[in-house]
């Protein structure tokens, strides 16, 4: 199996982020002006108009043809978003939607026979415009910016973090890419400390590409739609567990744990869905976001026959992993807070 390709990050710079300014920023709204009073200056000629379509489209496709047929709506942002993997030779084909969200769609695309695998999963995010990241704010607290390539956002780009707090159409989309990167980059590295999780292979603007859990016809169910019997559900109680350990080992809570978000397939189950993963020694919610991981969780297999209590493993594993002192008192400050109020 084909290694991570780090050189797909390369093409990714702050450039992209003048770009979105350039079409965004409030800054360069005069910039906008001269170039809409240079439009008005002639009308195109139907041979142009014909030209620039004909551009677009060799831009967006350029022989990519897809066995997949998307629909109206969703055929331009699709094939933008998964054209760079099939630029790096990584997949070859887009054969299904296998799962629709509000957030994100997921695509079985056929891998490129170099990487020794038949298939890959792209989960493409709908634009901006189409999701819905309730409470974002509460995972956001602690987490720095990245930028697509999973660099931080430095203290003296003011103009980006200044953009992001206006909530700006540049800022919106530079906190689009950070929401997108972090789940990248936890992905790679819950991959390598070997939890249970999809092994990233890249990641564009606005799609990751991942391992695919599941055969040519459908994608592993979750767990959700499952009853294990009682032997069977500790068991793979006792793994997500394993994996909620190896969470908190690198310092990150899932955020939104369930038995929607974990799949299975073949005897074995697969955690996915990391873009809320929240930083315990940056984030004063971490340990209540734990215990709700952890509560979900319990719901699920207690109607299973396992017997858990959520708030004795919490508690447990938050003794375990706890952070220092600075980020409990952090806690504590925001818990009294939210009491007062």
């Excluded at 792209?122 to 607290?141: G, Q, T």
């Excluded at 972090?182 to 564009?204: D, I, M, N, Q, W």
């Excluded at 509560?295 to 299973?304: E, I, K, M, S």
């Excluded at 209590?309 to 938050?318: H, P, S």
Aim: proline share 4%; hydrophobic share 40%.
């Amino acid at each position: 199996m084909a290694a991570t390709h780090p050189q797909f990050h390369d093409v990714h710079n702050v450039d992209k982020y003048e770009h979105y300014a350039a079409r965004y920023d409030p800054d360069w709204a005069e910039d906008r002006r001269h170039d809409a009073a240079r439009r008005r200056g002639g009308k195109k000629s139907q041979q142009e108009i014909i030209s620039e379509l004909a551009e677009e489209a060799e831009g967006l496709e350029a022989g990519f043809i897809t066995t997949y047929q998307p629909a109206r709506y969703e055929g331009p942002f699709l094939l933008e978003a998964i054209r760079p993997f099939y630029d790096l030779d990584l997949i070859v084909d887009v054969l299904a939607n296998v799962k629709g969200g509000k957030e994100a769609n997921v695509y079985r695309c056929r891998a490129d026979p170099a990487l020794g695998v038949e298939y890959l999963a792209a989960k493409v995010y709908r634009p901006r415009r189409f999701r819905n990241l309730r409470n974002d704010k509460m995972y956001r607290e602690g987490r720095a910016l990245l930028l697509a390539g999973g660099r931080e956002v430095k203290a003296n780009e003011r103009r980006i973090v200044h953009a992001v707090q206006k909530r700006t159409e540049f800022g919106l989309q530079v906190a689009h890419s950070s929401w997108l990167m972090y789940e990248y980059t936890t992905l790679e590295k819950l991959h390598r400390a070997g939890a249970h999780t999809p092994k990233p292979f890249a990641v564009s603007d606005n799609a990751i590409l991942m391992q695919y859990i599941g055969d040519g016809t459908r994608a592993a169910p979750t767990l959700h739609g499952l009853r294990p019997g009682p032997s069977e559900a500790r068991r793979l109680f006792d793994i997500v567990l394993e994996d909620v350990e190896r969470m908190l080992q690198i310092g990150v809570v899932h955020g939104d744990l369930s038995a929607y978000n974990i799949l299975y397939w073949e005897g074995e189950i697969t955690l996915i869905d990391f873009p809320q993963v929240t930083d315990i020694y940056a984030n004063a919610h971490a340990r209540r976001i734990l215990q709700r991981d952890l509560q979900r969780l319990c719901n699920y297999f207690a109607g299973c026959g396992v017997r858990c209590n959520a708030d004795d493993l919490a508690a447990a594993l938050w003794q375990r992993y706890r952070p220092g002192s600075a980020a409990e008192m952090l806690a504590d400050f925001s818990r009294l807070q939210e009491e007062a109020e």
